[in-house]
């Protein structure tokens, strides 16, 4: 891993992430926070995909929540630099329509970058983070639904089982 996986930026009503290295389960759920303060006061999510080798199901789920959400409250999201094989893994669950890709991250407005940290770990908001974006993906191509039947299954298994461990 690199030291900053994932930076961000927030300039007025627009924000700018930066997606470095493997984009995975670990960032995704301070990203999910962002995905669930979305508003129409936020003009445009710009994401600059230049540096990301990989990115995991849980990964492009979020993405693909904030994808979603944007269009409900008329939210631009824009992708740009991201690498074909990266962009083929969005294409394969078939959110890619969710986003405008730009192949030049010089067009993207630059910013002043403040690294996104991984949150202390915890297991259910983990769980609880892993079924919704997964949900996401069935939500927003139905075709991901037997890719990721199990998945769900197992995430939902888990933030019961965190959830009557916490009652105790």
Not at 47 to 62: H, N, P
Not at 74 to 80: A, R, S, W
Not at 130 to 138: F, G, I, Q, R, T
Request: overall charge negative; charged content about 30%; some cysteine.
């Amino acid at each position: 891993m690199q030291d900053k996986d994932i930076l961000i930026s927030n300039s007025g009503n627009v924000y700018n992430i930066k997606v470095c290295g493997r984009a995975n389960f670990e960032y995704a759920v301070p990203l999910r926070h962002l995905a669930n303060c979305l508003n129409s006061n936020i003009e445009k999510i710009c994401i600059d995909g230049s540096e990301c080798t990989f990115m995991d199901s849980t990964f492009m789920g979020v993405m693909s929540m904030i994808g979603l959400r944007s269009k409900k409250c008329g939210t631009k999201v824009e992708i740009y630099g991201m690498a074909p094989n990266v962009r083929a893994l969005l294409k394969g669950l078939g959110v890619d329509k969710l986003f405008t890709f730009f192949d030049n991250v010089n067009d993207m407005q630059q910013s002043s970058w403040e690294e996104l940290a991984k949150q202390e770990k915890n297991m259910l908001e983990t769980a609880e983070t892993v079924s919704e974006a997964h949900k996401v993906l069935v939500e927003a191509d139905d075709s991901n639904e037997a890719r990721f039947h199990d998945v769900i299954k197992f995430a939902d298994e888990d933030i019961a089982r965190l959830r009557d461990a916490d009652k105790k």
